[in-house]
């Protein structure tokens, strides 16, 4: 167990010793695993650590014996175990696991040892010795720095699109940044190809006629590239990659998204200011934290205005589908709904909205032109600094694999113009909270917030960390709809 300790303590960058240097220790907020040479990371995810308990364990595409192995695990290698599963026919239990460089694949689950015990003895050690005004001693581990690319003179840029380009939505607001760095003097040239699915081999395909044509730099924009685009970069380690909302990087891999949810906040505070109703219709696309996360800042923002306020909420199972998506607004305004929203990527909700004489709150780019008189204002990505940040590191040699999160300070995500006939009084405290916002003066997520059983998820005076965001789980208070029991892996926009 000890040699478990300490590969679980190697993983987080931390090197246990008991004399040399002393570094002092600080007790931990509860939940949280930590020291000054490692991240705060959820203990609950260390909880999912696991060691390699055999010399050698193979890593397999499938949890089967059947199939060849894709890779190999050395013995007291630390692993995250992402899923479980019975293989009834072998009658074997398989984990599915995530290496520290992002790989994945299956193992026999037996041959995996629980690092709960060592974490536990570990923290109560830390613990005692905070307790006693003592200090640890650590090696002379310093944090990993990352590699810098060269610099690149001429950039030939690719992008690979989710969806058609059309005039609206999620791939038309990353085309217009598309746009934007074709403009620069030293980008040779840009090209994309669109309408390609999650699927791992279109993906791969897409990616090596890209190369094929030259790209030295390829944008890859939907969540479910990111495996696929992990896999081209060791392909291609000449090239450079960008993936948007995913959480792998490599050498020549980055990753790079938006506080959406900062603009969904002042979104809600329209609606909220808006409804005669107080119910107000959400059509949501996935329960994945990137939508859960969205639902409830706009939920918060429009109980800043009007606390009594009711988001009522339907699920379509679908990214992008028009048909699903007017019935699920239709049946929200039967419910009563007088404003709708979506976490959708085309316009058919503010389309219905426009069509009932309801009001409607776009997302991913302004809309107003599709629902002129119901549109309020739009949620929207301006993806614009984002890739002229990204075009300029590469181009003069500090591109690092780093993990992007801008939001409204740096203007990658903003509001759409608001309609001229919100009242004053709503319009400038709108605007004053966006201006909060940006400066850091108001944290959307502080709390007290509770879920929609009444449990309390944030406790008062505290804030949620990134990676709690990226992780949310639940629908706050004043949300109405159940939360689906299963959801997808990837989609679009997330």
């Not at 014996?65 to 599963?85: D, F, H, I, M």
């Not at 699927?199 to 044509?213: G, S």
């Not at 685009?229 to 990659?241: H, I, S």
Request: hydrophobic share 40%; net charge negative.
């Amino acid at each position: 167990m000890l040699k478990s300790a300490r590969a679980l303590l190697a993983s987080l960058g931390v090197f246990l010793a008991l004399e040399g240097v002393a570094l002092s220790v600080a007790a931990q907020d509860e939940g949280w695993v930590a020291s000054d040479r490692s991240e705060r990371i959820p203990r609950g995810e260390l909880m999912r650590t696991y060691s390699v308990a055999a010399t050698a364990l193979n890593l397999r595409g499938d949890p089967s014996v059947a199939n060849s192995p894709v890779g190999t695990l050395r013995e007291g290698q630390p692993v995250l175990e992402v899923e479980r599963s019975l293989n009834t026919v072998e009658n074997r239990e398989w984990s599915r696991v995530r290496t520290s460089d992002g790989g994945e694949g299956w193992a026999a689950s037996a041959y995996l040892e629980p690092l709960s015990g060592p974490l536990e003895t570990v923290e109560r050690a830390l613990s005692m010795l905070t307790a006693l005004g003592q200090t640890i001693a650590f090696g002379d581990a310093k944090p990993k720095q990352l590699p810098l690319r060269p610099a690149v003179g001429t950039i030939r840029a690719g992008f690979i699109y989710p969806a058609p380009v059309s005039d609206a939505g999620w791939t038309y607001s990353h085309d217009l940044g598309r746009r934007a760095i074709e403009k620069l003097p030293f980008v040779e040239k840009t090209s994309y190809i669109e309408s390609i699915p999650d699927d791992p081999a279109l993906i791969a395909n897409a990616i090596d006629e890209l190369v094929a044509d030259g790209a030295n730099l390829i944008f890859t924009t939907s969540f479910g590239f990111m495996d696929p685009t992990l896999e081209a970069a060791r392909r291609y380690p000449q090239v450079t990659f960008m993936h948007c909302s995913g959480f792998k990087t490599s050498d020549n891999v980055g990753t790079y998204f938006g506080r959406m949810y900062e603009a969904r906040y002042l979104a809600g505070m329209v609606a909220g200011g808006s409804t005669s109703s107080g119910i107000i219709g959400y059509v949501a696309a996935m329960p994945i934290a990137e939508v859960l996360r969205g639902i409830n800042a706009f939920t918060l923002g429009a109980q800043s205005v009007n606390p009594d306020v009711e988001v009522r909420v339907l699920w379509t199972g679908t990214w992008y589908g028009p048909g699903i998506e007017r019935e699920s607004a239709d049946r929200l305004i039967d419910y009563g709904a007088d404003v709708l929203t979506m976490h959708q990527d085309s316009t058919a909700t503010v389309q219905a909205a426009e069509q009932r004489d309801r009001y409607a709150i776009g997302y991913h780019s302004d809309m107003s032109l599709f629902a002129p008189t119901a549109s309020l204002t739009a949620a929207v990505w301006n993806w614009e600094p984002v890739y002229l940040d990204i075009v300029n590191s590469l181009h003069d040699g500090t591109w690092k694999p780093e993990q992007m999160w801008w939001g409204l300070e740096q203007g990658a995500v903003a509001l759409a113009p608001l309609n001229k006939n919100l009242p004053d009084g709503l319009q400038q405290r709108v605007l004053k909270t966006r201006d909060d916002i940006a400066a850091g003066k108001l944290r959307i997520f502080e709390g007290t917030i509770r879920d929609q059983s009444g449990v309390v998820r944030v406790p008062s005076g505290r804030v949620l960390t990134d990676a709690e965001m990226l992780s949310m789980d639940y629908l706050v208070l004043g949300v109405k709809g159940d939360l689906p029991t299963s959801e997808p892996t990837s989609g679009p926009d997330n």
